[in-house]
């Protein structure tokens, strides 16, 4: 690693590749398009909320686990603001889509989504503090770069649009850099053998927001039952 290179730096080094695909997927080209079919788009937020209910959850293990107050206070904010914040840009759009809240409390988690969290509530029940923000940073970091990406790009559909925007917003950003740094700093001084845990967690979240994205794209369902 270079002198003046972070830990993070190394983290995405290790998933250019998998952001490539990401960027290359048929529905974030559909969201940039503006030709990505409702039903897929609707399909997402459902599941989106769904998620981040447990994210949120994960995100209080974050603080518990925190090594200082001033993180946990802010692992217990990003928590709050993933039940509040976004849940206001979810329901923005159920209200558009006329979904009544019985509706809602119908849906129940895609066999990605369920799989995505259960590997994070896994890192956060058997983990370091270092490996459960290294499973949550994909969240973060691959939005903010997406979000940055399709806003250059713009998107002819307002709902799409407003998606985007909320992901390349300077407020974001601010977030993620807080995120980036607790990460760099719970990462100094470990040794080699951590690190290669620290990314194998990165990674592997990595690559379900690429399936995270792919499931709403083949409305994904339970094969069986």
Known sequence: MAADATFTDALWRSIEGIYADILAHPFLAGLSSGQLA????????????????????????ASSKAPATPIAEMFLEHSRTALVVERALHESFFAEWELTPAEL????????????????????????????VAAL??????????????EAMGSPEPLFARWIETYAAD?????????????????TGLPPQAHAELTRHFVTTSRYEWMFWDAAWRLESWPAG
Do not use: H
């Open 38 to 61: 409702k039903e897929k788009f609707q399909y997402y937020v459902v599941q989106d909320s769904l998620y981040l209910k447990d994210f949120s959850r994960c995100l209080a293990i």
């Open 137 to 150: 940073l994909p969240c973060y970091w691959i939005y903010w770069e997406v979000g940055r990406q399709l």
């Open 105 to 132: 409390e119908g849906a129940r988690p895609a066999p990605t989504c369920l799989a995505y969290t259960s590997y994070l509530f896994r890192v956060g029940a058997t983990g370091s503090f270092a490996e459960l």
């Open 171 to 187: 407020e974001f950003a601010a977030v993620v850099r807080q995120v980036l740094k607790v990460m760099n700093d719970a990462a």
